[in-house]
């Protein structure tokens, strides 16, 4: 038997469904039956995880892809806390997501109850917005409040708790979604015309491009603003894929976590950093801005998070797309030889990589023939989920992208266990695209459940695992301070009959002249794919060597 169609679960979806969602990914249970049993007469599609982390993962995923919140439905008590590390990395990432669990009812919430726990005080250090309904008249403006502030401004995380009366009440209320974000206009034209004048005045600006550069909008703006102006410029690991093919000559690199790499060396000799959509938590400024007297123009959607090494002397805030635009009207085409000379060096020096990293022959497998052979498949246009730890480091520096989001990088939590889920996440917001997502083995196994989960949901993605039996980005780090690593070591898995055991298939690559064949059989086959590769990390420490004696660690 349905539950009543007018009780506060149904008012709930039917809000869901006019905000135009289209998946929920959660785990149900007994607190939050209700609004499980409504969703079975609803058009959303309901996708069960095996954990609730990871459901946060896939629906924080989807968000990014899509630009609106993904949504993950889970029970009461350990159903809502095993949310936190989910939200709490989609909330750094700038990652949209609406999260909704159960709760007991109103009347034992100050009891010792059966999975009784204060979750919006819980959840409110790593979300922008946390309530607890506690009327059926509440639901409507709780549901469009919640996704309001998940997607607009900075993107990140919402919470609605659902007390299970309040969701078998009555609730005859309106549906007050979708809650649509306003749209905001450019920032102060008087403020714009002078960051131009300051930027036509520097000798060698570079832009920095952040996480927020890379939403869809803003991209194209930026890309404008890299053919009028030809200025020199710099991302973030978030921001891969901003720079468009016919602009490389402008691009440094990436940079983020250690202070040593080609577009570090661009920014030191920078008198002037334009960031856009930055968020220091992708590359802490005291890394890179520490007692720099030069000027700083911060662009976004939201106020510079001001600290010691981060004083923009311009803060340009409002629509940063049409900031942007109305930036690179003013803005003239300048020659800087000693800029171009330093670009060029830093283009040599990509091009020299890459001819030594095809020459990386034998087993176990050297991570930039890796990335080599990784770099062929990202070319044709197929998307890319990294999870986190040291082979992280290697593609984020030297695997190129030229399409917004097209390689999606943890760098804020820098949590283990994302690049599954998402991989499923891209599955799901572009049918039609291939996708590969990568793991370590220490990571692998975070979220290595889901493996059932995108076998279930048919999902086309090729997993590879990077294989060499630690956690070994904390162990060089660890090796790094004392000399020695600690607690880093773990056994192996088999991971083809791990594969096989969830219904997937699973192949290995024995040596580094077989990876682009076993890549390219794995591309082919149907369904979710798990590749094994072993892989040569003595180079590692050279990750982590600091450019300049005084940069921390």
């Known amino acids: 038997m349905s539950s009543d169609p007018k009780n506060g679960a149904h008012l709930l979806v039917r809000n869901l469904e006019a905000q135009g969602v289209e998946y929920i990914f959660g785990i149900p249970g007994a607190k939050i039956d209700p609004v499980f049993d409504a969703l079975v007469d609803s058009k959303i599609k309901l996708v069960v995880c095996r954990h609730e982390q990871n459901a946060?993962?896939?629906?924080?995923?989807?968000?990014?892809?899509?630009?609106?919140?993904?949504?993950?439905?889970?029970?009461?008590?350990p159903g809502v806390s095993n949310l936190a590390t989910g939200l709490a990395t989609a909330n750094t990432e700038g990652d949209p997501v609406v999260a909704l669990g159960g709760a007991v009812p109103i009347a034992d919430r100050l009891k010792q109850a059966h999975q009784s726990m204060d979750t919006v005080a819980l959840l409110r250090p790593v979300t922008k917005y946390a309530a607890e309904i506690d009327s059926p008249s509440a639901i409507s403006e709780a549901t469009a409040a919640a996704f309001r502030a998940a997607e607009s401004g900075r993107p990140g995380t919402a919470f609605l708790g659902l007390p299970k009366d309040v969701m078998k009440a009555p609730a005859p209320g309106p549906v007050l979604t979708p809650a649509t974000v306003p749209r905001l206009g450019a920032a102060n034209t008087e403020a714009i015309a002078e960051a131009a004048r300051l930027i036509d005045a520097a000798e060698r600006p570079v832009v920095l491009l952040g996480m927020l550069a890379s939403q869809g909008p803003v991209a194209e703006a930026v890309r404008l603003l890299l053919a009028r102006t030809r200025l020199a410029v710099a991302g973030t690991y978030q921001a891969a894929g901003v720079v468009p093919r016919d602009r490389l000559d402008c691009f440094g690199g990436r940079v983020g976590l250690f202070h040593n790499q080609p577009a570090d060396r661009l920014l030191d000799e920078a008198d002037l950093v334009i960031t856009i959509g930055f968020d220091p938590v992708e590359y802490d400024p005291s890394l890179w801005n520490a007692g720099r007297q030069r000027k700083?123009?911060?662009?976004?959607?939201?106020?510079?998070?001001?600290?010691?090494?981060?004083?923009?002397?311009?803060?340009?805030m409002g629509d940063s797309a049409a900031t942007v635009r109305a930036l690179s009207v003013l803005l003239k085409a300048k020659d800087r030889p000693a800029q171009s000379a330093l670009l060029a060096?830093?283009?040599?020096?990509?091009?020299?990589?890459?001819?030594?990293?095809?020459?990386?022959?034998?087993?176990?497998?050297?991570?930039?023939?890796?990335?080599?052979?990784?770099?062929?498949?990202?070319?044709?246009?197929?998307a890319l989920c990294s999870d986190m730890g040291s082979f992280h480091i290697w593609m984020a520096r030297h695997l190129i992208s030229h399409r917004p989001r097209q390689i999606m990088i943890s760098n804020g939590q820098q949590t283990l266990g994302v690049a599954l889920p998402w991989g499923i996440a891209a599955c799901l917001a572009e049918p039609g695209r291939k996708v590969i997502s990568v793991s370590g083995d220490g990571g692998f196994l975070f979220s290595a459940v889901e493996l059932e989960t995108a076998v279930r949901l048919k999902c086309n993605f090729v997993h590879i695992v990077w294989i060499d039996g630690s956690y070994n980005m904390v162990g060089i780090q660890q090796v790094a301070a004392y000399g020695r690593d600690s607690a880093v070591h773990f056994g192996p898995v088999d991971l083809v009959k791990f594969a096989e055991s969830m219904g997937a298939q699973g192949l290995m690559i024995k040596d580094a002249d077989a990876i682009e064949s076993t890549l390219r059989k794995a591309m082919a086959m149907e369904g979710p794919v798990l590749v094994g590769v072993h892989v040569d990390y003595r180079d590692n420490p050279g990750l982590m060597a600091a450019m300049h004696e005084d940069v921390i660690i």
């Open 56 to 77: 946060t993962f896939i629906a924080g995923g989807l968000g990014r892809l899509t630009g609106k919140a993904g949504v993950v439905l889970v029970t009461s008590g």
């Open 296 to 316: 700083l123009i911060h662009i976004d959607c939201i106020p510079a998070d001001y600290d010691q090494c981060y004083r923009p002397d311009i803060e340009l």
């Open 345 to 382: 060096e830093i283009h040599r020096e990509r091009t020299t990589v890459a001819a030594e990293a095809a020459k990386r022959t034998g087993a176990p497998v050297h991570p930039l023939r890796l990335v080599h052979e990784l770099q062929k498949l990202i070319d044709e246009d197929v």
